[in-house]
């Protein structure tokens, strides 16, 4: 080896020291900067052109481990959707109040109670006349700003996907951008493309806590990115690019549906070169991050919440309007059965048949349906357990009516109208194979002054006529967002007395307590299926009264609120484990970037004194 190739080979030496010297200043200029990777030079040796040993950097290398940052993006996507659920849960909880605050259902429900048992005891004063009235009042009013509040939150949720899309189409042309570079420099044999790696990185980093994603690298250095249903949104060519079309603002009436005509709420597309979309809602492609929790609260969650109120509040309705009619036992040919008579019944009020057969007991709700064009009605109209719904058509008629549940009975059956509106069911007669358990009806009363206690207190104040009685019509389902319309009869405001008198002629005493009485045990006693979805969590529906049903709500969603808070600190925990075994990798370490840096000093100072050697050798060659 000559003079000539030390010196070669200690000119490269500092190159490389020199170069190493920059990755480290690099390291610990960005210790503090998020999403930098520390680089490491990686050197190997090499032969000069004129045949001497040299070393020179290949790379400058980001220290990551792979399978970390992979299981990492699996969890930021749970994270984002379990924080983004948990701050919903945690705003619905709080517009239900804690159980027994001064402004929780459940107190504005025993007010109503503590009213009407005031007004029993003392019908005749005026005071406790208003007190019932305003203690009814403060609550329809409740559930109007409640149902309001839900549904905002819906079109915050509406708003939210929006922005949530955008980001996801700007961070897709990002790693796009940065994915083309780093393509094009690893081909061109280029050292250094970490900051572009880092760039990339931060990206799909952000974009997998807004939509679950998988990303692979190929063997040209770029990435494709597929959602986890296997949906491509990235793999080298113009990324893909979503779309979302905000219907706002949402009201109750509003739900997703995979039929563009039915559907009332915003959808997330996919945008096809040729302009047609594919939605992706309608695919499911969308399973986990921010995204997926947005469309969940907004489609499952806070229309259960709507739901509940909406039970709550056709319940009030319901209960205190309602009349009760019992069937009358006949017989005729053999046969056994009941007579109904179905006078005043209205649209959305139901009949139940109830009997036994060979397969056991059954029960059948006859619906009054007014609109033909909304049959037939799912089971899941009402909330009693295994009955089966059938929807009747009265425009026809009490015979067409008979003859429609005669339909909907089969042979087993004979069904007949021996005069006005009395509708009459008997069994199999010899045959034996039918036993008819019972027939009733319960009817709205929409008189003030109907001869029975029932009263129209909570009216519909967005429909006409305005008594509820749950229609099912082209405008939709009565029950759906009434909490939202609901009100005290304005008649009964302008007229207290109505309180207590419930018919008209005679003439009812001021101190009569019949009226009181029967509305304050529907109230306290009256029980309903609720079908909405704070049953027993095994998917039985709350069978109770009003209050029960109520507690029932508020511990479900404190529950729900509570679990969904639990869910986003486990999955912290998991993300900054993942985050700390990453950062060991990838993180810089002051210390020893430090132990790097003498290191890198040592080798400098010695390829220097190596050429300081070499020029001293040279100098005294000269002076022979």
Known sequence: MGLSTALTTALTGLQASTYGLSVVSSN???????????????????????????????????????FVQRQLRVENGSAGYATELASYYQRLDALYGTPGGPTALDTMINDVRNALQGLAT?????TTRAGAINAARTLATQLNGLSADVQAMRSDTEEAIGAAVKRVNTLLETIAGADKQIVTETA???????????????????LSRLIDVRATVDGNGGINIATNSGLVLYNGRPPAKLGFDPQTPVTANDRYSADPAARGVGTIFLEAGDGSRVDLLAMGAIRSGQIAALVDMRDNVLPGAQAQLD?????????LSRRDVAGTAVSSGGRDGFDIDLTGMQPGNIARLTYTDATGPKTVSFVRVDDPSVLPLANSHTAEAGDRVVGIDFSGGPASVAAQIQAALGGSFQVANPGGDTIRILDDGA?????IAGLTAGITETQLQGGSGALPLFIDAGRVPSTYSRVVDAAGDQKVGFAARIAINPAVTADPSLLVAYQGSPAVPSG?????????????NDQASFVSN???GVGRPFTGTIAGFTRQVLDTQANAAARASSLKTGQDVVVDLLQKKSSEVSGVNIDR??????????????????????????????RV
């Open 188 to 206: 061109r044999g280029s050292v250094d493309i970490s900051s572009l790696l880092d760039q990339r990185d931060a990206a799909i980093d952000e």
């Open 512 to 524: 009569d307590t019949t009226r009181p009485a029967f509305l304050l045990d529907r109230f306290v």
């Open 593 to 622: 970037e430090m132990a790097d840096l003498l290191t890198l000093q040592q080798a400098y100072s010695a390829n220097a004194r190596v050429i300081t050697a070499v020029k001293e050798m040279i100098d005294l060659l000269l």
């Open 28 to 66: 610990v200029a960005n210790a503090d900067t998020p999403g930098y990777a520390r680089r490491r030079a990686v050197t190997e040796p090499g032969v000069s052109d004129n045949g001497a040993t040299s070393v020179r950097v290949t790379e400058v290398a980001r220290q990551v481990d792979i």
């Open 431 to 435: 045959a034996n194979q039918v036993t």
């Open 534 to 536: 704070a049953g027993d």
């Open 122 to 126: 003392t019908p005749e004063s005026p």
């Open 311 to 319: 039970d709550i509040a056709a319940q009030l309705a319901d209960s």
